[in-house]
């Protein structure tokens, strides 16, 4: 009879070390909490429209559309606008240009995290844009 309650509690102990390696690997292995590495960008469309990289040779990222994000290498040495597709008439707007630190852009530059929020149509919370890293 003592033998049951031993394997319950030891049945239990497993489990709990099991979860709790399962959770310490989910924590590591999380994308949002990674950083980015250098001379990377990533853009999060976090409002109600799409948002998009501009880079100093004129040329643009990917659409991200609301809800998510990608990662870019930084192309081009010079500064870079990120800006945003209204929802409805899908007309371009600017947010934010990022400046580089003398010299420009280069491979040693640190990775960044943006963030575009705020709501084309809601004159309260307008599109801003949020610097994560």
Known sequence: MRI???LSRRSAAVAGAALAAGAAVLAVGTPASAAISNHRVQLCAQGNYAADITWSTGSSTRVVFPGQCQTFDIVGTGP?????????S????????????????NSSTPGSKWGAEGDTGDPNNPPYVVRWQ
């Open 80 to 88: 870079y606008t990120i800006g945003g597709f209204y929802n409805v």
């Open 4 to 6: 049951k309650p031993r």
């Open 90 to 105: 899908k007309a371009h707007f600017k947010l934010v240009t990022v400046l580089p630190l003398p010299g420009g852009f």
